[in-house]
């Protein structure tokens, strides 16, 4: 099989091939590594190749409904036994995981050939995928800006044709920010539909799940299908639709109501392009018969949210960093100065503190829940600014040392106490406001690829449904990627065009 047929073909499209012979698993996966030697070393996307383990799949039997699809597993939260999870830390490059993760087995079951790990950035704890260890991910349609994150090397590869399909995860924006960025399709599932087990329970009380990042609205639910429903160490016994994801984005959904909004108290003003994804989207579905209204504002309190989400965010980074230390017995000089500034900043904040944090999520599912008896969706851009550059985020020269003195004192909790953690959190959720929402609620939410600027960056749509609404998310979006194909487009590195 040539590469540019490869590229052609979304992974249920492989699967086929295999199923009717008119391929061998063996010789996509020839395609894959060819592609990862090709392109990756521009992208950055794959940390970790696993051609032995794939190797030992493909003399196996491959059952499934992706049999013999080559397909690459994120290197956070992703467990593959034998195998360091390292999630973008030197801190656990070494230490190999005892078992599978669930949701690994599941796409084992499924027939993948998984053959590598994607970057990340240090235990998922930014919008950017730029960890110190493996250095950063760089985007496809433009390797001098980010593809993301925390799942941006998945989205690297698949939007540059590496994998048409690729595990990733989201604790706050995860998967949809690098759809966005990438051009692909996100779909976040709701809170307990996906297992996070066995070794772990509820990422961040059920704010983090598993998913993917892929070209096509039929991969996303066919993955969805996959990976969906409880196991035996499950918090929860999820309730399914009747019939598959999969069936579902073949039907038109009704006609729907649908609220939308662009500003937020964080980012009053984003870019242009951000609002132009959000009324492409907008204007894609009132021609085909349904009603999109313009929301005077968000119909919850978005800064409250946003300061609750990253106070529960760092207070957990401080108890994930306690966790490795005592698996590993390695010390602070392990840890990025990002995170451990985070970590202090949580560690900062009393039970009490934490506890408003967390518990404040039910005011937001109040309000949401109000929202949605008026309105079927919430339309939103995904991302409120362009694509940033890579190193767009690194500290300041002066914060830089401040912080180092601080944390070498121990008295890096200060910080709470100063301007400079607002200036952080409004430099890094100013360009993410919208993604919070969903992770905190426990709501599923979806990012399309609807609109490329003039410049032919991607920039996607973003979607949030009410509680059990996976299955409306796959449906509408079957309906808008007829409307509008995206899936056969995909950044070719060196002649980066935008999709007309």
Known sequence: MRIDEYREYDGLGLAKLVANGEVTPSELLDCALAQTTSIDPSLNSIVRLMSEQADEQLTGTLDGPFAGVPFLIKDLS????????????????????????TVVQRWLDAGLVIFGKTNTPEFGAKGITEPTVFGPARNPWDPSRSPGGSSGGSAAAVAAGIVPVAGASDG??????????????????????????????????GAAVQGVVSRSVRDTAAMLDVLAGGEATSGYSPARPDGSFLSRTEQDPKSLRIGMYAATSVNPSPDPQAVAAMESAAKTLTELGHTVELLDAPP?????????????????????????????GCGDDSFERDTRIMAALGRSASGVDYLHAVEGRHVHVRALATYFETYDLLLTPTIAELPPKIGAFDLAKPLEMASDLLLRSRTAGLLR???IVDQMIDDNISWIPYTQLANVTGRPALSLPLHWTPSGLPMGAHFTAPLGGEALLVQLAGQLERAVPWAHHYADIGQRVAPS
Request: net charge neutral; charged share 20%; proline share 8%.
């Open 417 to 419: 106490h100063t301007g």
């Open 300 to 328: 919850y309190d978005d800064a409250r949210l946003n300061r609750e989400f990253l106070l529960a965010w760092f207070t957990y980074l401080a108890y994930e960093m306690d966790e490795v230390k005592r698996r590993t």
């Open 172 to 205: 706050g924006g995860s998967i949809r920010i690098p759809s966005s960025c990438c051009g692909l399709v996100g779909l976040k599932p709701g809170r307990g539909l996906v297992p996070s087990g066995p070794t772990f329970g509820e990422a961040m009380h």
């Open 78 to 101: 992703q467990d593959y036994a034998g195998l360091p999870t390292a999630s973008g830390s030197r801190s656990l490059t070494n230490l190999p995981m005892p078992e599978h993760a």
